[in-house]
């Protein structure tokens, strides 16, 4: 019932800004939370940061204070600005988002390739 695009990942050198977009589109009227996870090759993916309905946001420890989450006023795209970059940052994006109703329903994008050269 949701869909989930990513756009925004490419290449950069460490110590540079990269900014991804996720546009959700069907019944997105049930959305709570959205974040963004990452994944390398060989390692489990992992939560970068999320952001509730109500604009909390929570982040991992490796990405505070050089990433930031936001969600437009329709909360029906999260944004993932990424500073200060570094070469374990990279991987690829998954863009998440949580569907309540009687139970949570997860749902994710394709990813984006974001690759970090040192």
């Known amino acids: 019932q949701v869909q989930l695009v990513e756009s925004g990942g490419g290449l950069v050198q460490a110590g540079g800004s990269l900014r991804l977009s996720c546009a959700a589109s069907?019944?997105?009227?049930?959305?709570?939370?959205m974040g963004w996870y990452r994944q390398a090759p060989g390692k489990q993916r992992e939560l970068v940061a999320f952001i509730t309905s109500g604009g909390g946001t929570n982040y991992a420890d490796s990405v505070k204070g050089r990433f930031t989450i936001s969600r437009d006023n329709a909360k029906n795209t999260v944004n993932l600005q990424m500073n200060s970059l570094k070469t374990e940052d990279t991987g690829v994006y998954y863009c998440n988002a949580d569907v309540q109703h009687s139970v949570i329903t997860r749902y994710w994008g394709q990813g984006t390739q974001v690759t970090v050269s040192s």
């Open positions: 069907g019944s997105i009227s049930g959305i709570n939370v």
